[in-house]
């Protein structure tokens, strides 16, 4: 896996990442699934090492990535902010 993330452009990562996104949209993967992803796949970074970055404890950050718990919109916006994503509602279609 680290080869392959090392491997991947900066163009490739934001093709994932807008992929994985549009998943999200369609209701094909989570948010819980889309962090996971990206933390492993992208960023090659386990649970301590992301949950420091964004700020919160490693209890809280599995807990958003197995999608359980209510995490507050404040603690999903620290989440995502080292991807450059925050919180926002989104049209759905009828």
Same mark, same amino acid.
């Given at each position: 896996?680290?080869?392959?993330?090392?491997?991947?452009?900066p163009?490739?990562?934001?093709? /994932?990442?807008?992929?994985? /996104?549009?998943a999200?949209?369609?209701g094909?993967?989570?948010e819980?699934? /889309?962090?996971?992803?990206?933390?492993t796949e992208v960023l090659g970074?386990?649970?301590?090492q992301?949950?420091?970055l964004?700020?919160?404890?490693?209890r809280?950050?599995?807990d958003?990535?197995?999608?359980?718990?209510?995490?507050?919109?404040?603690?999903?916006?620290?989440v995502?902010?080292?991807l450059g /994503?925050?919180?926002?509602?989104v049209l759905?279609r009828?």
């Amino acid at each position: 896996m680290k080869r392959e993330r090392e491997k991947l452009s900066p163009e490739d990562r934001e093709a /994932l990442l807008l992929g994985w /996104l549009e998943a999200v949209q369609r209701g094909e993967l989570t948010e819980g699934q /889309l962090l996971r992803r990206v933390r492993t796949e992208v960023l090659g970074l386990n649970q301590s090492q992301y949950a420091e970055l964004a700020g919160i404890s490693r209890r809280t950050l599995s807990d958003i990535e197995r999608d359980a718990g209510q995490q507050t919109v404040s603690v999903l916006n620290r989440v995502y902010r080292p991807l450059g /994503l925050k919180m926002g509602l989104v049209l759905r279609r009828r």
